[in-house]
């Protein structure tokens, strides 16, 4: 194998209108033309000369001419591999695409498996789960549940050999999604809308439950590693929050009035103070129009409302009559509520009629909604800059009606406030009412006695 690198140019002959190709004079300028490397190859179809110009250099022009030759020498002399090789050569490079990875190209020549595309995920799973022959029924049944229900849906589609932690993060991030909008679909008194469970029935998926999801990816990625398609397990830096949870939290008064300070300049400010006092949902919020604004901006309208873009549902808020309410904002709130209004005024100016105006209170400076899972990750990403024991955001709704009752309010307005269907609701869900509290009330109950006479012997 040897292989041509030569200069060239398309400049035109007048008078036959032919290219004059490497004859042309002016090639005696090193600036002038291009470098081009040809050769014959022999493909799975018979011999094809390659031809590849463009090089702007003669060493651009030999390095691509070498490449080509080293991976051609990785068949080691097996004419089969040799062609498969070639074959993939002029596949990568047609329209200016870059020769394969040599290390690639290797491990599946050992593989024996197709050059011309990686396993996907799915394809080794469902390779991986036909092997395990001698599992109980039970294991068996688990892994493929696993596979059929959350590892294919999810990450079948991603190249074996691709397949990077941020991938498996992200699919037990969804899965957390999951689990808020069944637990508020149940609040709320209906179905809940989960973008891609394959379920029949939506059920919260538990840490411990997730863990053994993780753990037949670690088994199978175990496996491929073994049979060398891949190099290494991803799993190995992945890290899940222990099977052990802390009990659900909410912040105390001075961690909210914190908090609040903290993101005093976050664009999603007031969000966050909707949520953490008055006990707005997520959904909620980031379907606020600007007419549910009302009495003199006293008071906002929470209604049943199905936002779409584009066909696609992003955000719907209640549709049960309790979740339809009015909830009264304190005087700092209201303040700061007309001060974000004129900021977006301002954003609508400056962009005209680029600016998608929906009518939404939050929204990004384009106008377009916010995603409920940005909202969620902004909030704990704040807490955690803010150096404050970290919450769901949907803690920060518990958070308000933790807040309300330990100011003494009744539980029914509380109730009302957060769009509970009835007060046994709020009851049972707030029964975490912070120890500070219940201490206060144990003094509080011991005060009503009468003060100590002391013995004459004291």
């Known amino acids: 194998m040897k292989g041509s690198v030569k200069r060239y140019c398309t400049c035109v002959d007048p008078s036959t209108g032919r290219q004059l190709g490497a004859k042309c004079p002016s090639l005696s300028d090193s600036k002038h033309g291009e470098w081009n490397y040809r050769e014959r190859l022999t493909t799975s179809t018979g011999v094809r ?7 702007a250099t003669r060493t ?12 051609v020498r990785l068949a080691a002399g097996d004419p089969g591999a040799e062609t498969r090789i070639v074959d993939l050569i002029f596949d990568r490079t047609k329209r200016g695409g870059q020769l394969p990875d040599a290390e690639d190209v290797k491990r599946r020549l050992g593989l024996r498996g197709p050059l011309d595309r990686s396993m996907t995920l799915g394809e080794w799973l469902e390779q991986w789960i036909d092997g395990k022959r001698k599992l109980r029924d039970s294991t068996n049944d688990s892994y493929a549940g696993h596979i059929r229900v959350y590892l294919k849906p999810m990450l079948g589609h991603i190249p074996l050999d691709r397949l990077a932690e941020q991938h498996i993060y992200d699919m037990f991030d969804r899965i957390e999604e999951w689990n808020t909008e069944i637990e508020l679909a149940k609040q709320e008194g209906r179905k809940p809308a989960c973008d891609g469970d394959q379920r029949r029935r939506s059920m919260t998926v538990g840490i411990a439950t997730q863990h053994r999801i993780f753990a037949t990816l670690r088994n199978a990625l175990n496996a491929a590693r073994k049979s060398r398609r891949v190099d290494v397990n991803v799993c190995e830096f992945v890290e899940l929050e222990p099977e052990t949870r802390l009990p659900a939290r909410v912040w105390t008064p001075e961690q909210v009035g914190h908090f609040l300070e903290f993101t005093e300049h976050d664009r999603l400010h007031l969000l966050w103070r909707l949520v953490l006092l008055r006990g707005l949902r997520r959904g909620e919020a980031i379907g606020l129009r600007r007419e549910d604004r009302v009495a003199e901006g006293k008071v906002l309208l929470i209604r049943s409302t199905i936002l779409q ?25 209201s303040r700061l509520f007309a001060l974000h209004l004129e900021a977006q005024d301002e954003d609508r100016r400056a962009l005209g009629d680029a600016y998608s105006d929906l009518d939404l209170v939050f929204a990004w400076e384009d106008g377009t909604p916010l995603r409920p899972d940005y909202v ?10 803010a150096s404050l024991p970290e919450i769901t955001l949907h803690m920060g709704r518990h958070t308000a009606a933790t807040l309300g009752l330990e100011a003494g309010l009744d539980v029914k307005v509380v109730s009302d406030q957060l769009g509970h269907a009835n007060t046994n609701i709020t009851r049972n ?19 009503l006695l009468p003060p100590r006479v002391p013995r004459p012997s004291e």
């Open 309 to 333: 873009v584009a066909g696609r549902v992003v955000t719907g808020v209640p549709k049960t009559r309790a979740g339809e309410r009015e909830v009264t904002l304190d005087a700092e709130s």
């Open 429 to 447: 869900l707030y029964q975490h009412v912070r120890r500070a509290v219940h201490d206060a009330a144990a003094e509080a109950v011991v005060a």
């Open 376 to 385: 969620t990750r902004r909030f704990k990403m704040l807490s955690v800059a």
């Open 60 to 71: 651009a022009a030999n390095k691509f001419r070498d490449d080509v030759h080293a991976l």
């Open 49 to 55: 000369e390659m031809r590849r110009r463009g090089f």
